[in-house]
C-alpha cells in the first residue's frame, strides 16, 4: 500500500506577512539594528544549518543526540502510547525519526517555518513510517496564539512537544517563558515536553561554535542579508558585512553580529539606513541556560515534574517536563 500523501497546513495570514516586514523594517531602522533570527532559515538558510549542525566546533548537536541515544529507553518509556508527535521547527526530520522507531506514536505533525524542506520530511517519514500518520503545519510559532493552533490541530491524542537543538535559546527570556506557558497549557494531563537546552560554558568554546574555522556560521549570518533583500526589496551587499559571534556574559548568551565594512547606505523600501564602519546589526541571541534556571523557568510556566539529562561534562541538557 502506498503511504498517503501527508497533508500540509499554513498557519500565515495576509497580515501577519504585512506584520513581519513591518517589524523587520522597523528593526533595520532602529538604533540598534537587529534582523529577527527567523529570517536565517530561507532555504539557502536551512541548508547552511545542517552543515553547521556538523561542525567539530558546534558541540550542541553531537552532545544532545550523544544524551539522547544514552536515555532513549529510559525517556521512551515515560512517554504516553499513542502520542502524537510534535516535532517543532523539524527541519529535515532526523531527530525526531530517530524517536519515533523507539516510541509509540500514532501521528507525526512537523511544524517548520520553511515549507519545502516541511515538504520533504513529510514525504520521507510517510515512507519510513508507514503505520504512521504524517501532517505538517508551516508556521514559525514564534507567537503562543500560533502554537495553540498547531496542538489544538489533534487534540484527541495525548501530545509530546520535541524542541530539540536549543532553540529555545533563540527567544528573549520573556519570549521563552511565554512558549513554555503555551506549551504546558496543551499538554493536558499526561502530554510531555522533551526539549533540548544548552548551558553556558568556557567563552572560546562557546564563540568558536558560533564562529567555525571554515567559515560555514559566517555564511549562515550574511545570508540573512539575502532573504531580507528579498522580504523588503533592499539593496543590502552581503560582501559589505562581517560576520561576528561574542559571548555575553552578563546576559548568558552568545550573540551574532554583522559588522559593516564599510560606510554605506542602504534602501530599505522608501526610506534608507546609513550604516557607519564599524556599526552593527543583532542577527540572532543564543541563550544558554544552567540547569538550575531552566529548570526554575519550567516551573515559572507551570510545569511541575521535571526530570533532566545531560553528559558527563554538563555541556547540555536535555528535559522531559510534564504538567
Ligand atoms: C537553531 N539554534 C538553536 C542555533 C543556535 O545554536 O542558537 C542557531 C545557530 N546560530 C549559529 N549557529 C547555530
Redesign the pocket.
Known sequence: LAPAVPALSRIQTQQDQQHTRQTLLQGLLAPQARIC?KF?YDEQGCAL?NA??NLAE?Y?TRTEAGIFNRYRNEIARKLPRGCQWVDL?CGDGAKAFEWLMHVNATRYVGVDIASDWLQNTLQSGAKRFPEIEFIGIVTDFTKPLKLDRVIASAEEMTPVLFYP???I??FEPEAALSLLQAMRMHLGRDGKLLIGV?TPKDTKLLEA??DDALGV?AA??RNVLRAVNRELGSDFDPRGFAHR?VFNATHSR?E?HLVSLREQLVHLESQARHFAVGEYIVT?H?YKYSTERFTELLSLAGFGRIDHFSDETGGFNVFLASP
Open positions: 533570527p536565517l544549518y553547521i549542525c558546534y550542541p521547527g537543538g536549543s532553540s535559546g533563540n544548552d561554535a558560533y556560521t549562515f549570518n559571534a552568545v551574532m540572532e543564543s
